[in-house]
């Protein structure tokens, strides 16, 4: 038996019995798979393990729990699973996020599993000692809370995210414009406040803190809040404006957002409009940064909460609508995304941001050098008029330095985003609508497409 383990023997296997073989492995679905979640406990039994919902129109989606076999082979084919069914429950609409406890609770302990769709639901999620598929042991999931913010009606959830330094908070979005964080034990809210001026699409803690969060918001902003003080807030970032089709021409359909021209859109007339942003990831281990993306977008654009206003880095490299962004939980530099044209690119911005910093620390010297150079030419300037209207007794230079102080102020405050490459490239047979990266070991990252779930090895 493994140490402390109360089912799995490997007795006959090798070490890595329980961790995969092989660079791909995979899971095939009944369902169309929608929203993906890593177990983030860190015991061998537990550590692959995956919560997966499904996105069916119909009243009958699933929760389902799906873990690596023990006896998953290198051999397998890609038309094999590796993963197997241990548990599922039936919900009625989809859920738009799934997450696991941070905290992994010890062996025998239930794990707890969290989603969002019209409530924010908990399950308990317990071993039964009964032997399914695969060699793998049932779970089964039981319903641990369901939590509204209202009795009578609660609007559509559309994100969440659990508190890392403290497990007992869930902060999750709604498109009723509003943010609400929840206490996990008494399954009651504890704040509710007004987070943007239209539908909010995503919201996360920032790391490292219980008080401080970001939201996304339909209206095309990222805000910063602070549970200790919500009478303010900052604007982080705003989405520059688009053109897409007016809605006033009929003959012009839905006005589909085209975030480049009017190309293929015979006599349009184009409307200028903010994008909403559709999700946000917060940095695992700086929380100076956050990744964004709007709707519609093949950018991936990454803001400096020091410098807001405007994205410091921008990746390109998708050629179609981004879907999913997740920063590396081991590396404040990488960043992983995936997107409508079935790629899945990894990211690594350290070069960077470290030449981007380096260029701000130098534009900042040159504007504060010329800042006193040009106080040092108003000074002669006054000098020179203290002697009536000699010429030869002013500062010749007077103009010369002011512009030298306007072109260096300017230039450090420049907020051109830098470009950035992918540094891995992966293509799926379908578009890709979700990814994790596994927190306990981050050399894996799940994708999923059409019903089908892929566990990457980078």
Request: glycine letters at 6%; aromatic letters at 8%; hydrophobic letters at 35%.
């Amino acid at each position: 038996m493994s140490s402390g383990s109360p089912y799995y023997s490997i007795s006959g296997l090798t070490p890595d019995a329980l961790s995969p073989r092989k660079e791909i492995c995979n899971y095939f679905s009944a369902y169309p798979v929608y929203s993906i979640a890593w177990s983030r406990r860190e015991d061998r039994n537990n550590m692959f393990r995956m919560a997966l919902s499904s996105f069916m129109e119909e009243k009958t989606n699933k929760v389902q729990v799906v873990q690596l076999s023990p006896h998953h082979d290198t051999s397998h084919t890609q038309e094999r699973p590796d993963f197997g069914l241990v548990a599922e429950t039936t919900v009625d609409y989809p859920m738009t996020k799934l997450l696991w406890q941070p905290s992994g609770a010890g062996y025998g302990q239930p794990d707890l599993l969290a989603a969002t769709g019209e409530s924010l639901r908990i399950w308990e999620c317990e071993q039964t000692g009964e032997m399914g598929e695969m060699g793998l042991y049932k779970s089964k999931l039981s319903l641990r809370g369901k939590m509204n913010t209202r009795a009578d009606y609660s609007a559509p959830i559309t994100s969440f995210d659990w508190c890392q330094v403290d497990p007992r908070l869930i902060i999750t979005s709604s498109i009723d414009t509003t943010c609400t964080v929840w206490d996990v034990e008494t399954q009651q809210a504890k704040t509710q406040l007004i987070a943007h001026d239209r539908e909010v699409f995503d919201v996360s803690f920032v790391t490292g803190s219980q008080d401080v969060f970001a939201s996304a918001g339909a209206d095309g902003s990222i805000r910063m809040f602070d549970l200790r003080s919500l009478e303010h807030s900052t604007i982080l970032y705003e989405a520059p404006a688009a053109m897409a089709p007016s809605t006033s021409d009929p003959a012009l359909g839905d006005g589909s957002y085209y975030p480049d021209s009017a190309a293929g859109v015979p006599n349009a007339r184009m409307a200028s409009f903010v994008p909403p942003l559709l999700r946000l990831s917060c940095n695992a281990l700086d929380p100076n940064y956050i990744a964004t993306f709007a709707l519609d977008s093949p950018r991936v654009n990454i803001i400096d909460v020091r410098n807001p206003g405007s994205a410091v880095v921008q990746l390109v490299g998708h050629q179609a609508p981004i879907h999913a962004i997740s920063w590396n939980p081991t590396s404040s530099t990488q960043l992983c995304s995936a997107g409508a044209d079935s790629r899945v690119l990894v990211w690594d911005i350290q070069q960077t941001l470290t030449a981007r910093q380096h260029q701000q620390r130098q534009a900042m010297a040159a504007a504060a050098q010329a800042k006193q150079l040009s106080k040092l030419s108003a000074t002669g300037d006054k000098l020179g008029s203290d002697f009536g209207d000699d010429q030869s007794l002013k500062s010749p230079t007077s103009n010369t330095v002011q512009a030298m102080a306007h072109t260096a102020a300017a230039q450090a405050l420049s907020q051109t985003p830098n470009s950035v490459a992918p540094s891995l490239t992966y293509a799926a047979r379908l578009p890709v609508n979700s990814l994790a990266w596994h927190q306990n070991s981050p050399e894996w990252i799940s994708i999923g497409f059409g019903s089908t779930v892929q566990t990457l090895r980078l």
